[in-house]
């Protein structure tokens, strides 16, 4: 009927729209969730649209959507994590234009705005997506960042932070962060940070090493550099580096000897 709310045409047709929508949906996904959690999903977002709706909302933007925009960005949140790709994402609501077209050519006309708004919808919905996932992304890096960078306990009063990959900014504050609070934890006094899995050391990693072996040391800690292979030696006095007073040692090994020596271990400690 001419005349007649948006929201309105909506509920009254709302079996008829919600099925051709479901049936949509359903069939682009093709099994990747259930048909029950496609019904709970499409329930949220109907009744937030018609609550909108209802409220003279007209674009993706108005307040009056707010809880509409809530929840797609839980759903986009959801299937992001669940490895769901933008496309069968955007399908949550883009499918809805299947349900409108199910409609009465003469009722379709009245709610021609819809097309559009649901267009929009979709958009919102891939961006709320693309962020969602950035946001995972970042978490996996943060967690494998952790993970690469362990500070570990070799000896009574000596912890150890054996580096492998690149050096970076992000990685220094995430190893100085870990090996103060290691310090703390443990009370340690020497500290170890061996580079033999590092690939390569040029001034950016070498400025990096630096800022680490000062934190310790202020927090009490004497530090030794281990893992200085021939080549990593012969590009640090290319390139003209001065590690200064930092102790620097071949190996593991013999920077644990050394730490335990100067803590005054005896010869039959350090040998067992």
């Not at 674009?59 to 490895?83: C, E, K, N, W």
């Not at 809805?96 to 919808?121: N, S």
């Not at 992000?170 to 290691?182: C, F, G, I, P, S």
């Not at 001034?203 to 072996?213: D, E, N, R, S």
Request: hydrophobic content about 50%; proline content about 3%; glycine content about 8%.
């Amino acid at each position: 009927m001419p005349g007649t709310p948006l929201h309105q045409i909506l509920a009254d047709h709302a079996d008829a729209v919600r099925a051709a929508w479901l049936g949509a949906a359903a069939d682009e996904l093709r099994g990747r969730t259930s048909r029950g959690e496609l019904e709970r999903e499409q329930s949220d977002i109907f009744a937030a649209l018609l609550d909108g709706l209802g409220q003279g909302a007209a674009t993706v933007d108005d307040p009056a959507f707010d809880q509409l925009r809530g929840i797609l960005s839980d759903v986009s949140s959801a299937r992001a994590r669940l490895g769901f790709t933008p496309r069968e994402t955007a399908v949550a609501v883009l499918a809805l234009k299947e349900g409108l077209y199910v409609l009465d050519a003469a009722v379709r006309d009245d709610v021609t705005p819809l097309f559009r708004l649901v267009d929009d919808l979709g958009l919102f919905t891939f961006e709320a997506f693309a962020a969602a996932r950035e946001s995972i992304i970042a978490e996996q890096a943060e967690q494998l960042l952790e993970l690469s960078t362990p500070v570990v306990k070799l000896w009574d009063g000596v912890v150890a932070v054996p580096l492998v990959g690149t050096l970076d900014s992000a990685r220094t504050q995430v190893v100085m962060e870990k090996l103060l609070n290691t310090l703390v934890e443990t009370g340690s006094e020497h500290a170890i940070i061996d580079i033999t899995g590092v690939p390569a050391v040029d001034t950016q990693v070498a400025q990096h090493l630096l800022k680490t072996v000062v934190a310790a040391r202020l927090m009490g800690a004497e530090c030794t550099i281990s893992g200085i292979r021939p080549q990593i030696a012969q590009t640090i006095v290319a390139l003209g580096i001065e590690f200064g007073d930092i102790r620097t040692r071949a190996s593991l090994a013999d920077a644990l000897v050394d730490a335990l020596r100067s803590m005054g271990r005896n010869d039959a400690a350090v040998s067992a």
